[in-house]
């Protein structure tokens, strides 16, 4: 069982940044495919991030493309999302999620990851 905990999100202004972190229980992180997702209110959750298990490979959703950056530390069980030029409609629910490893060609298919954390809000002001 991988417990997963996010931390960073907050209210931010349009233009600005934050950095969430997801922080893995299990020794064996460097082994699950990590994704970041979000949820709106009353939208559908969308694809924002992921990255495989070494790390050398990312993906992005295409309405964060160029502006949020995923990366991870199998070192301290931690993956990351820079979020820069944050917008209004950034707004949402961020989930860190874990998949396994073989899992990466899905990578932006939710239902393939089995590892959710509890999600933090992130609010952008316009």
């Known amino acids: 069982q991988v417990q997963l905990v996010e931390s960073g999100g907050g209210l931010v202004q349009a233009g600005g940044a934050l950095r969430l972190s997801c922080v893995a229980s299990e020794r064996t992180f460097s082994s699950y495919l990590m994704g970041w997702f979000r949820q709106g209110l009353g939208k559908e959750r969308e694809f924002v991030a992921a990255?495989?298990?070494?790390?050398?490979?990312?993906y992005y959703g295409d309405s964060v493309k160029g502006r949020f950056t995923i990366s991870r530390d199998n070192g301290k069980n931690t993956v990351y999302l820079q979020m820069n030029s944050l917008k209004p409609e950034d707004t949402a629910v961020y989930y860190c999620?874990?998949?396994?490893?073989?899992?990466?060609?899905?990578?932006?298919?939710?239902?393939?990851?089995?590892?959710w954390g509890q999600g933090t809000q992130v609010t952008v002001s316009s």
């Open positions: 990255i495989s298990v070494g790390g050398g490979s990312r």
């Open positions: 999620a874990a998949a396994p490893g073989y899992y990466l060609g899905y990578y932006s298919d939710y239902e393939k990851y089995n590892y």
